[in-house]
């Protein structure tokens, strides 16, 4: 007899953005536009602390909530720069990157049977956490409000069996923001309900136009509120696997069980070098903002110009346009991109079947990179639209 592992494992599949990512062993020379991973080198002082906190042989485990210092600082950013508050001592769990804060929130409050409503096209992140816990993803359609949350469909697809809705604005994958208006009228509606919120915004940093708008910034849903933030986009930091859950009390209590039994804590070096991005590196977001609005404005008219329309980002690093003109499936259309002009994207069904019809394109990546990345898929986009075979 062969044993047998967790059904519910099975069902999950790799990341479709792996999947595009580990074909490109075969293909040296393409541009590689999949991942979703600055392109900035961490901050001098932010290494430097954590030299320094090796040196100091500052290598043994925290308190399994992080660091009291970090926790403080992270407490201190948000005040500062949001105007809401979480407790240090009992709010803010520091976890191993974003990603173990969603799996601690997941888990904290999903059972089987349970249904989770999340707007899609999404962060392939989120179904697979999700499908593990045997709850069930329902997907909120945005492609018919250029990427945005529509409260009223929300609504109708509160069921008794709702237990969460996931949110992730700034966007990946379609790098939309939610207008202030829409956030008001979405908190209106969700306060209405004895739902869970989990709020993904680890590109807040990564806004481009006005001030990023928290879910953490309405009180009257503290209650609700699983808040996921973290250090990898913001400043460029995706390998020192730091993130952070923000909860009322009475939930982060037992979150982090969860969080303890899991990982012990967050690594201890890289808690310190976060103590220092928090603190000392506050403008490291902004002057990489600079630069990916200049490609966003870029990549924006080139795609447009080839006739690839797309909803203009308002924040993170992603574009999502429509490939309707190539008449080809998403996947159909980066793999032969890939394959004919050397160019690597997502297809949208990575991000769920809503993404079907569209691309993904990550512009975190060096100017020059982007610039060849265009002539390339304008040439094959050219050639293919008018006929000419490859
Ligand atoms: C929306 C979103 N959430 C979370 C993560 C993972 O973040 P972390 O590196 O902090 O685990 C990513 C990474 O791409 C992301 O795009």
């Avoid at 901050?43 to 290598?59: E, F, G, L, Y």
């Avoid at 974003?98 to 929130?105: F, T």
Wanted: net charge negative; hydrophobic share 40%; glycine share 4%.
């Amino acid at each position: 007899m062969t044993p047998s592992i967790n059904p519910r494992v099975q069902q999950i599949e790799l990341s479709g953005i792996r999947k595009i990512a580990n074909l490109l062993i075969d293909y040296p020379d393409a541009i590689n536009l999949t991942v979703g991973q600055p392109d900035f080198p961490t901050p001098d002082r932010v290494k430097q602390a954590a030299h320094q906190a090796i040196s100091n042989n500052q290598t043994a485990y925290s308190s399994n909530a992080g660091l009291l210092e970090l926790r403080q600082e992270v407490s201190t950013f948000f005040a500062d720069k949001y105007n809401f508050t979480y407790d240090p001592e009992t709010e803010i769990l520091v976890t191993t990157g974003a990603s173990e804060a969603m799996d601690v929130a997941f888990r904290t409050i999903l059972e089987a049977g349970d249904e989770v409503i999340i707007p899609v096209p999404s962060y392939t992140g989120y179904e697979p956490l999700i499908t593990l816990t045997g709850a069930k993803p329902v997907y909120l359609d945005t492609t018919q409000t250029d990427f945005i949350p529509d409260p009223q469909q929300i609504e109708q697809l509160i069921t008794p069996n709702t237990k969460a809705i996931v949110f992730n604005y700034p966007s990946n994958p379609t790098g939309v923001t939610i207008p202030r208006l829409t956030m008001d009228a979405l908190v209106a509606t969700l306060v209405k309900h004895d739902i869970f919120i989990i709020s993904d915004e680890i590109y807040s940093e990564n806004t481009f136009e006005g001030e990023h708008r928290s879910f953490a910034q309405y009180p009257e849903l503290k209650d609700k509120l699983f808040l996921i933030h973290g250090l990898s986009k913001s400043h460029s930091m995706t390998g020192w696997r730091i993130g952070f859950l923000l909860a009322a009390p009475q939930w982060t209590k037992h979150a982090a069980k969860i969080h303890a039994y899991n990982t012990i804590c967050a690594s201890v070096p890289s808690q310190h070098a976060a103590i220092c991005a928090l603190n000392e590196c506050r403008q490291t977001p902004a002057a990489m903002n600079r630069e990916y609005i200049r490609r966003c404005d870029y990549m924006y008219t080139r795609l447009t110009n080839m006739g690839l329309p797309t909803v203009k980002p308002t924040g993170a690093f992603y574009m999502f346009p429509s490939i309707k003109i190539a008449n080809m499936t998403a996947d159909q259309f980066a793999h032969t991109l890939l394959d004919e002009a050397r160019v690597a994207v997502v297809p949208g069904t990575a991000f769920t079947s809503y993404g079907e019809g569209h691309i993904r394109i990550s512009y975190a990546y060096a100017f020059d990179q982007l610039e060849i990345a265009m002539d390339r898929m304008e040439k094959w986009l050219g050639d293919r639209t008018s006929g000419t075979r490859y």
